[in-house]
């Protein structure tokens, strides 16, 4: 009897990508983050997340030509966690009143609630500030944005394994990876490059999933891709 061998070569793109309508706009290069303990490593179909680097992020805040509080809002150094989301973040005034008895709501880009921030108490989620009552007491309604600019291109930013349970931004999808890279611990990898945007067809088969993931995480994560103009097939 003739004897069998079973041979498993790397994965290929061809696996990954059923269809892709053009590669110089569909990708982009970038860098691994470096690993932390240990080293970091991606593999072709690994679903990506991005964490911004310090230059990449301008963070800026106006108050409201109508308020009737005449306190002010300022940011602190970092204004932003790693969580931040780039566009308009409102702060609104729900409950009046000076320091200690304001309450102000505050909602990311995509009209979530973040939290509730006080009068005269530092403020940390995805954005960090401190609202400072003035004269004039702040009243319901009364309002500030803080606008946040991130640069995605900026050589600062560093890519990571997604990770649909985390909350510090690397839950979510930045693109998917059409290499397999190592980042060795405190070194950080470039000449990587990762689909960022359709049109592209991909086999779901080849995706790598994180180990756990659970179905409903999967089902969001083919949506955002979709909305990336990623289709999984």
Known sequence: MLATYKYTGKKRRSQLVKSESNPEFTRETFTLLAGSGAARAVTIGTLLAMTYGVSAVDVAQAADAGNTGDGVLT????????????????????????????????????????????GGAAFAKQVRFTIAGGAADFVEGDKFVVSVAVELGDAT???????????????RIWGVSLVE?????????????????????????????????????????????ENMRMLVR
Do not use: M
Not at 157 to 171: F, S
Not at 191 to 197: D, M, Q, V
């Open 75 to 118: 940011l602190s150094d970092p204004a932003y966690t790693n969580a931040v989301k780039p566009g308009d973040y409102t702060v609104v005034c729900t409950t009046g009143g000076a320091d200690g008895v304001s309450k102000f709501r505050v909602e990311d880009p995509d009209g979530n609630h973040v939290g509730t921030a006080t």
């Open 157 to 171: 930013n560093k890519v990571v394994e997604w990770d649909p349970n985390a909350a510090d931004g690397t839950e």
């Open 181 to 225: 890279l190592e980042a060795q611990d405190g070194a950080d990898a470039p000449g990587g490059l990762a689909l960022r945007r359709g049109d592209v067809i991909l086999y779901g088969a080849e995706i790598a999933w994180p180990a756990g993931i659970t179905d409903a995480q999967k089902a969001a994560a083919i949506v955002d891709l």
